[in-house]
């Protein structure tokens, strides 16, 4: 099955323990990208990955890292979450980079708690 | 500045009646405009998309959307709800200034009652 997964889904930790959250795509899908989901902000974009070893900033990448050594795995890393970083996170892929008309995939998402 | 807006945080809907969830947005350019459902503890599923032609576009599930260049709107619409409609639905647009990214609304909470 075609599918986006992350994991954990559920992950609880304290202040200034890095962490990181793994994402996988079995599409063979060349972009990549990682949001957070905030009550009445919507979806912010954190990073993004046009293909491989290509990774940029979206709006919201402080205290965040990605990394994309290989086409299927794009992980996000917090390596010193602070309460400010709950947030419900997705990884989202789909098949271009540069034909923003093809659909996302999205995970289904990783509910990070900070205290 | 490129934006989009949903105008309605929530809307509410006797089940068979016609439902509409609004979207109005703000790009430089042909907009390329999706909508995107996101049932409760899911991530996102696309719905449907506007590119280029025709102003009615249908999607999955009996959703469709009317593309409107002159009220730069994009309001997602289906004939008869269902309760199971019931989600959150997620408007966005190709934002021209960055690199093929979306822009995406707040999200529109959609209670369709029986």
């Known amino acids: 099955e075609a599918q986006v997964t992350q994991n954990p889904r559920y992950l609880i930790t304290v202040t200034g323990k890095k962490l990181t959250v793994t994402c996988s795509q079995n599409?063979?899908?060349?972009?990549m990208s990682w949001y957070r989901q905030d009550p009445g902000l919507g979806l912010r974009q954190i990073y993004y990955?046009?293909?491989?070893?290509?990774?940029d900033k979206g709006d919201v990448p402080e205290g965040y890292k990605v990394s994309r050594k290989e086409k299927r795995n794009f992980p996000l890393i917090l390596e010193s979450p602070s309460p400010n970083q709950t947030s419900l996170y997705f990884c989202a892929s789909r098949a271009t980079a540069v034909e923003a008309g093809s659909p996302l995939h999205f995970g289904n998402g990783t509910r990070l708690t900070v205290t | 500045a490129q934006s989009v807006a949903q105008p309605e945080d929530q809307v509410n809907v006797a089940e068979g009646n016609p439902l509409t969830v609004k979207c109005t947005y703000s790009v430089s350019g042909n907009p390329y405009l999706f909508w995107y459902v996101q049932y409760p503890n899911r991530g996102l599923q696309f719905l449907l998309k506007?590119?280029?032609?025709d102003n009615l576009v249908k999607g999955s599930y009996g959703f469709e959307a009317e593309f409107n260049k002159s009220q730069t709107s994009f309001h997602l619409k289906k004939p008869s709800a269902l309760v199971s409609d019931s989600a959150l639905y997620f408007c966005?647009?190709?934002?021209?200034?960055?690199?093929?990214?979306?822009?995406w609304g707040a999200g529109t909470k959609l209670i369709i009652k029986p």
């Open positions: 990955s046009m293909n491989v070893e290509v990774t």
């Open positions: 599409m063979n899908h060349e972009y």
């Open positions: 966005a647009v190709r934002d021209p200034d960055s690199n093929y990214q979306l822009i």
């Open positions: 506007y590119i280029t032609g």
